[in-house]
């Protein structure tokens, strides 16, 4: 199990992360997580800091959002001995579901779980790559509130700052790891 007082080397997990500019389209910076995926210690290192932020709390299920939170998810859950449960885009999952569309950018898009993922009352952490405007996790908090969970945290790997999506969470515990300005 992680040590909840190790402190973890933001700077240096941040070194791990390629940037590239003009993708998807000109004027975005890309910040490209696979760098710091691929690299053993910083991967390990950065789902031990993510489970120390929860330890203590009792977590049932972590959910992972598609497709980079399946990345994070599963071994997040692993780490607090609790249940992992994909959020899916449309058609993926074989039961009933719960679904939710929700506005994009250019467009919309919709997420869904099994129905009997989430008792009422369990304590659920959501995970993904990547925070932004929180479009998608606002999708999958209404999904879980759907199915009667309770949230004890949203958690994230990287922190767009400067787009403020956390704004949207205030009465939730939101934990990132990396911070970006810009």
Do not use: C, W
């Not at 993904?128 to 209404?142: I, N, S």
């Not at 403020?164 to 790891?177: C, P, Q």
Request: glycine residues 8%; negative net charge.
């Amino acid at each position: 199990m992680p040590d909840a007082q190790k402190p973890v080397n933001v700077e240096a997990l941040k070194s791990l992360v390629r940037t590239v500019p003009d993708f998807p389209r000109p004027g975005i910076l890309f910040y490209d997580i696979t760098t710091l995926l691929k690299d053993k210690t910083g991967f390990a290192q950065l789902i031990d800091a993510l489970a120390a932020h929860y330890l203590a709390r009792k977590i049932d299920l972590v959910l992972g959002i598609e497709a980079r939170g399946f990345i994070f998810g599963p071994a997040l859950a692993y780490r607090l001995n609790a249940g992992f449960v994909p959020v899916r885009k449309p058609r993926k999952l074989p039961a009933p579901v719960a679904r939710v569309t929700y506005d994009l950018e250019y467009g919309s898009d919709t997420l869904e779980i099994h129905l009997d993922a989430i008792a009422p009352g369990q304590r659920v952490v959501l995970v993904d790559d990547l925070l932004a405007t929180g479009g998608t996790m606002e999708a999958t908090v209404k999904l879980v509130r759907q199915l009667g969970g309770e949230i004890a945290g949203l958690a994230f790997a990287v922190e767009l700052d400067f787009l403020k999506g956390r704004e949207r969470f205030r009465e939730y515990d939101v934990f990132s790891l990396l911070h970006y300005d810009e």
